[in-house]
Nanobody
Framework: QAQLVESGGGLVQPGGSLRLSCAAS????????MGWYRQAPGKQRELGAA???????NYADSVKGRFIISRDNAKNTMYLQMNSLKPEDTAVYYC????????????WGQGTQVTVSL
């Protein structure tokens, strides 16, 4: 059974850094496009960053230049390095696995809270 487990969230001051991890199991990780989505209170879930199975990356304008998405297929893990964090980055961050290219289903993690505050 496919499972995505996020970790690394927490409370950080503005200007600080955090590194999120998403560990996948039960899927052929290397075949999936992966993404980090986030949902702030009262707002819709939005894409923050994505990485394809070929390591092509895409970032929302709001995080471009501050966040770095990466993956380690040998460890079945995706990462999000978040630098220069701002209070508006506060949200629940969700890991997503998209296998639509191969007609595989899509999976979500349970989310990890990131709070940027003094």
């Amino acid at each position: 059974q496919a499972q995505l487990v996020e970790s690394g969230g927490g409370l950080v001051q503005p200007g600080g850094s955090l590194r999120l991890s998403c560990a996948a199991s039960g899927v052929i990780f290397s075949m999936y496009a992966m993404g980090w989505y986030r949902q702030a209170p009262g707002k819709q879930r939005e894409l923050g960053a994505a990485i394809t199975s070929r390591d092509n990356t895409n970032y929302a304008d709001s995080v471009k230049g501050r966040f770095i998405i990466s993956r380690d297929n040998a460890k079945n893990t995706m990462y999000l390095q978040m630098n220069s964090l701002k209070p508006e980055d506060t949200a629940v961050y969700y890991c997503n696995a998209d296998g639509s290219r191969w007609n595989f289903p899509q999976f979500w993690g349970q989310g990890t809270q990131v709070t940027v505050s003094l």
